[in-house]
């Protein structure tokens, strides 16, 4: 009897069939362990960088052709923040950044490509206290608006009072004295970080 080389055989298309299933499974399989350690991510704290029971950390910003920015940091109200900045800092991972936003209301840094809307790693969950105001001189982690995350490694520091900002981004310090001050509000786009240090903790001297 002859063939007809246009039927389906049952046993050939089962197995198609089991394949495809197999394939979308994997699929589904593999975006859920991805979105599961994202989220465990963001929800873990890092490891404590910072010893137990350090109040105020002071790092401090040499910026190339102006000076230096002494930033006192709130380890005390904004643990999870502070951390993960001091970590960076530490880690020398600001040498050479540059400022890609410079106005009247802030000044930002902290792009691995210089440039708005990238980061440094996954997002870190957004921590915030009622003392932590995005007030003139204020430091904070830059965040996606859309989502209750802070920026790994992109930071800003205010040059006005922002009240509607406060409680949605992670405001963790402070410029530290008049004489930094003055280097902040004297920065242009594009100026350069030669070099990011820790200076104290809670007045004693950082040492590695």
Do not use: C, W
Not at 23 to 38: D, E, R, Y
């Amino acid at each position: 009897m002859a063939t007809n080389s246009n039927s389906k055989n049952p046993a050939i298309e089962d197995a198609r069939g089991t394949n495809r299933v197999m394939i979308i499974v994997g699929i589904v399989v593999l975006v859920t362990f991805i979105a599961v350690m994202v989220i465990m991510y963001v929800r873990s704290e890092a490891p404590n960088f910072i010893p137990n029971g350090v109040k105020k950390v002071v790092v401090e910003l040499e910026i190339k052709d102006r000076g230096k920015i002494q930033l006192e940091l709130r380890n005390d109200l904004m643990p999870k923040t502070v951390n993960n900045f001091v970590e960076k800092v530490s880690s020398g991972y600001y040498k050479d950044r540059k400022f890609f936003r410079v106005d009247n209301y802030m000044t930002m840094a902290g792009s691995p490509t210089d440039e708005a809307g990238y980061d440094n790693g996954l997002p870190v969950k957004l921590e915030s206290h009622p003392d932590m105001k995005v007030e003139r001189y204020a430091i904070g982690m830059g965040k996606d608006t859309k989502a209750n995350l802070s920026s790994t490694a992109i930071f800003f520091i205010a040059k006005a009072r922002e009240a509607d900002f406060d409680g949605k981004y992670a405001v963790f310090g402070k410029v530290a004295n008049v004489t930094s001050e003055k280097v902040l509000d004297s920065l242009q786009l594009n100026d350069v970080i030669n070099k990011a240090s820790i200076l104290t903790y809670d007045g004693a001297p950082y040492v590695k």
